[in-house]
């Protein structure tokens, strides 16, 4: 009896799949720990990554992000930019 291949398991991608994130910050500079729905976001290119920071500045101020630094991998794009006015 020959039965298929087994599908190969769920893994997240990896850093070279999505590689730009966002350090999010307080007004020191340190990093901010926030909710899951929020925490540990990874895009596919810089403008999605652009995109989403726009879409949620605000929740993320709401939890005490005050500024957000851009990453390509570990290399600062930029940042730390304000999330306030």
Do not use: C, I
């Amino acid at each position: 009896m020959n039965l298929p291949d087994q599908p190969p398991t769920f893994r997240p991608p990896s850093t070279v799949e999505l590689p730009w994130s966002w350090r999010l910050e307080d007004k020191t500079g340190a990093e901010v720990t926030v909710t899951e729905d929020y925490a540990g976001q990874r895009f596919a290119s810089q403008a999605d990554a652009e995109s989403w920071v726009g879409e949620f500045y605000a929740e993320l101020a709401e939890q005490g992000v005050d500024g957000v630094t851009l990453l390509d991998v570990d290399r600062v794009v930029y940042g730390p930019m304000s999330l306030h006015a």
